[in-house]
């Protein structure tokens, strides 16, 4: 009889998990919303725009590798390491840190970027500061290496 013993998430990967569900969630909802006034119509666009794709597939990617461990079977994962979790951190704010200029700096500028006309935008970054601390969090615990 074979015994199945698999390591628990831990804290940090359960954020950066949840980060990662709300970055997909946050990449759907509208980015930014310009016009909108009377008989303007109002047009908006989401992360499947420019550098906000890369938003994107960080989200999958992390949440690949956090059920990596799990589908490889008893096999320690080499890349289940803060590492891993802190290069996809770290290329998840730079693409939304240049997509966000771009959307500063664009014929709409800051205006089309309040919470109630970019939700997905503001929702982003918060996901993106938690993976961010998960991946730090990572890096300081004990247990963060494996």
Known sequence: MTSMHRRGLGRARWVAGIASAVLVIACVLPWYTAGGGTGIPAISG??????????????????????????????????????????????GIAAYVVRLVQLVTSPAGPSSLTPDRAPGLWL??????????????????RHGAR
Do not use: K, M
């Open 46 to 91: 989401n992360a499947f725009e420019g550098p906000g794709i890369v938003v994107f597939l960080v989200a999958l990617a992390t949440l690949a590798l956090i059920a990596l461990p799990y589908a490889a079977g008893d096999a320690p994962v080499a890349i289940d390491r803060w590492q891993s979790y802190a290069v996809l951190a770290i290329a």
């Open 124 to 141: 982003a970054g918060l996901a993106l500061a938690a993976l961010a601390w998960a991946a730090f969090d990572l890096a300081t615990t």
